[in-house]
């Protein structure tokens, strides 16, 4: 069974600073890895995913996340962050389609970390 | 637009009474989730539907049900067996059950026991 662990459970930064937010990710066989944004009292967005090929994913708001599977890790990345990234971000996992098939592509989400952007 | 409507925004329930919680999509996916979030414990699976008429339980299915007789349609109800309900209900569906296929989450409802 896969897992996901986010390393930090709130992350304090300042208008304009850049930020990670770091995703561990513990499976056997090949996943596919997403990132989703939550504001406070709504649903979950995508941000990004990770299915295959480059290891660098682009998503929406400038943020970026690089797989490395050697660490197995999936780390999200923006370069320089504005009030409104304020939000909670969670990372998520789920098998691959070559990883011998699963009966419902259970996603398995991480605790999330609070994103603060502070002025 | 498309998406996926919850109602309502806020419930309140005395303890001991049933509670439906609905979910309505209009992306026309086959795949629908039903979640709980609690601060601190990211998001568990309730239950799942990869097709209309058939479901299956996730992780914490224990004290709730569902049904699908609609492909549009997977409403949640909470029974009174359901030791702490009080928490964040999130509908999500995807276009197949496929892992790579995204989910789409609705606004949530979070429900109040006392």
């Known amino acids: 069974a896969q897992s996901v662990t986010q390393l930090d459970s709130q992350v304090p930064v300042f208008e304009e600073a850049p930020v990670e937010l770091r995703c561990n990710y513990s499976?056997?066989?090949?996943?596919?890895l997403f990132w989703y944004v939550q504001y406070p009292n709504q649903g979950l967005q995508l941000l990004l995913k990770?299915?295959?090929?480059?290891?660098l994913v682009k998503g929406i708001n400038g943020f970026e996340a690089e797989f490395n599977k050697s660490q197995t890790s999936f780390h999200l990345r923006k370069p320089s962050v504005h009030i409104s990234d304020t939000a909670e971000y969670f990372c998520?996992?789920?098998?691959?389609?070559?990883?011998?098939?699963?009966?419902?592509?259970?996603?398995?989400f991480g605790q999330g970390t609070i994103l603060t952007v502070h002025p | 637009d498309g998406g996926i409507t919850q109602s309502p925004k806020y419930l309140f329930r005395k303890e001991g009474q049933n509670v439906t919680l609905s979910c309505e999509q209009n992306?026309?996916?086959?795949?629908m989730y039903w979640y709980r979030q609690d601060p601190g414990q990211g998001l568990r699976l309730i239950y799942y539907s990869q097709i209309v008429n058939d479901f299956q339980k996730g992780d914490i299915a224990e004290g709730y049900s569902v049904s699908r007789e609609k492909k549009e349609s997977f409403p949640l109800t909470v029974t009174s067996a359901q030791k702490n309900p009080t928490a964040f209900y999130l509908c999500?569906?995807?276009?197949?059950?496929?892992?790579?296929?995204?989910?789409?989450f609705g606004n949530g409802t979070r429900l109040t026991v006392t």
């Open positions: 992306l026309n996916h086959d795949a």
């Open positions: 990770y299915l295959s090929g480059s290891t």
């Open positions: 499976s056997s066989v090949s996943v596919y």
């Open positions: 998520a996992v789920t098998l691959g389609i070559n990883a011998g098939g699963t009966s419902y592509g259970k996603l398995t």
């Open positions: 999500a569906s995807r276009r197949t059950a496929e892992g790579g296929s995204p989910l789409h």
